[in-house]
């Protein structure tokens, strides 16, 4: 199929006719068609269609011209990844640009990731994570089109969507073009949340969105750009190749784990609220092949399920509270319906209550986590889970409202 595609291709350079340019949509579209019914199984909708695989969309608009891709190990089509795909075809790829995690999504949260060359291709990788999180001008001047296909999972602080905002910066400041092709949010079927404090804007919250924005990559890079968010008020030349087929109300079973503690569809539903332990002295299971799916502390008040961390490379090298049995709620056991509709604070402010020296409960990351100084304060002073979500109302009804400016797909 990809050498019927090339000839395509070749007969439009050599012929550069209406006939030629019907063949080269009639292959194209046989193409995007068979890699859909590859890569669609795994929804309860095998109409869906991820904007990486309608290659007769986007495939003419770098014909010719210098792509960057940024790209990790979620960006495929059908069971081929998307660097491979347009390398079949030609097209002339100068560079990878990589987020957290790597190229590959082998790398730990928050480990460093080096530059290096990807050795099945032999093509140059940047690294988007440490102390380059932007692409600089020197990086971007042999480029035309920086192309971003990465899987997100709906919440403020994965560090996907920041790395979209930064390329889409660099391309607006260096006349480059930004094509994004969409895929669903897991998470995109409801909003949530505290907003962010822009006082608190960091890698992990760089948008005034809520924790559970309900947008895909596509919807948001759109508010991004038109909400004039870059740096300078800039806005970039964005195009957004759409997902087929898809509603915010479709359920989407992601084919490939979009980061290494994010293994299966549980801990991507329950990652929105779970997260928030992450600022506290509470294990959510990094150092088990199940992160995101219990919590638990090394006392047995915390409850009946135990789990111990453990170092695994890959996953969680230094996990909190190592080699020690953790005391908790195990969620592969448990009725998760209000967690996985929806975010909740109610094991929060549960496990919270339950420890001992309160003052040493909060680490110094959970304001910058949340994007907000209240949450902790309001914990603290014993507000309700309901409370404290109906102080959000107001900002969130206002950010609705904002949302629907930027919707693609319907609610």
Known sequence: MYKTYLKALQLINTYKSSFCLLVFTLVTSNLTAQVTADSTSMTDSNKVQVGAAQMNKYIPLLKGKKIALVVNQTSVVGNTHLVDSLLALNLPIQKVFAPEHGFRGKADAGEHVKNSKDTKTNLPIISLYGKNKKPSPQQLADIDWVVFDIQDVGARFYTYISTMHLVMEACAENNKKVLVLDRPNPNGHYVAGPMLNPRLKSFVGMHPIPIVHGLTVGELAKMINQEKWLKGRRS????????????????????????????????????????????????????????????????????????????????????????????????????????????????????????????????????????????????????????????????????????????????
């Open 236 to 411: 970039c030349k964005l195009t957004i190749i759409k997902v087929k087929n898809y509603t915010h109300q479709t359920r989407y079973s992601l084919p490939v784990k979009p980061s290494p503690n994010l293994p299966n569809n549980l801990s991507i539903a329950l990652y929105p609220s779970l997260c928030l332990f992450e600022g506290t002295q509470i294990s959510v299971g990094r150092g088990t092949y199940s992160p995101f799916q219990m919590i638990g502390y090394p006392e047995k008040k915390f409850g009946k399920d135990t789990f111990t961390p453990k170092s695994i490379p890959g996953m969680s090298k230094y996990p909190k509270h190592k080699n020690k049995v953790c005391y908790g709620i195990d969620f592969r056991h448990k009725d998760n319906t209000g967690l996985i509709k929806g975010f909740s604070l109610k094991y929060l402010i549960d496990y919270y209550r339950k420890f001992g020296n309160k003052a040493k409960f909060f680490n110094g990351y959970f304001d910058t986590l949340v994007g907000n100084f209240s949450l902790q304060q309001k914990i603290k002073k014993g507000w309700t889970a309901e409370a404290i979500e109906k102080s959000w109302e107001k900002d969130l009804k206002k950010y609705k409202t904002l949302r629907r400016k930027y919707l693609l797909y319907a609610e």
